[in-house]
């Protein structure tokens, strides 16, 4: 069965330093997204991506995040200059037509 | 906007014992409504859906979901909690204007004891 798949699983990165969030969503889907958890809270949307352009971003989403698809399998999520706040879970997730979303395992980032 | 609440972010039953896990929504138009449930160190799995049609639906792992509009409730059920059903339930909200983006509740932890 199709899955979405992110790498890596645990990122430890130091406060100030990028990072760079992979995911390959699953082959056919044309609508892809980034979500992040931080400990104990909700799982909150960052960014929609469709026809390699932002379709919508959160107020979360500032000018240190970027999204990229690179090479029309890979889907990435970068933060320029981490910070201590930006220690959360983050999924990726694609959407083929209506309505369902595919999650992969996510990616735990800690800044330290 | 919109926005999910869960009432209850830790729930525990007995195996055997009826699950229910309570969502409430907020939402200017129609909702598209779903429950989602993460393993640990897993992602983020589809139980069910409701988008338009039946107001009561089956997902997998024998659980159900009834939309109820006049409540703006979602309400998740299954008659008989078994071990492996012991996870995280998200309940979520979307809509065909805002890119189907997803808007989740906190979550509730279920723990089943044997």
């Known amino acids: 069965e199709p899955e979405v798949t992110q790498t890596p699983s645990h990122q430890v990165t130091q406060m100030g330093q990028e990072v760079i969030l992979r995911c390959v969503p699953i082959s056919n889907h044309l609508y892809f997204y980034w979500y992040r958890q931080i400990l104990g809270q909700k799982v909150e949307f960052l960014v929609s991506?469709?026809?390699?352009?932002?379709?919508?971003k959160s107020e979360i989403f500032d000018d240190q995040f970027s999204v990229e698809r690179p090479d029309g399998s890979n889907f990435t999520l970068k933060i320029r200059s981490t910070k201590l706040e930006d220690s959360a879970m983050y999924f990726c997730a694609s959407r083929a037509g209506l309505f369902e979303q595919y999650f992969g395992p996510g990616t735990r980032l800690t800044v330290t | 906007a919109q926005s999910v609440t869960q009432l209850g972010s830790h729930v525990s039953v007995s195996e055997g014992a009826l699950v229910l896990l309570r969502c409430n929504y907020s939402s200017s138009v129609p909702p598209y409504l779903f429950w989602y449930v993460q393993y640990p160190n897993q992602g983020l799995q589809l139980l069910l859906k409701y988008t338009t049609g039946a107001t009561l639906v089956k997902g997998i792992n024998g659980f159900e979901a009834e939309f109820k509009k006049s409540e703006t409730s979602f309400h998740l059920t299954k008659p008989s909690a078994h071990m492996s059903d012991a996870a995280e339930y998200f309940c979520a909200v979307s809509d065909t204007g805002s890119n189907y983006k997803l808007t989740f509740g906190k979550g509730t932890l279920l723990t089943v004891n044997p």
């Open positions: 991506f469709y026809n390699n352009e932002i379709s919508e």
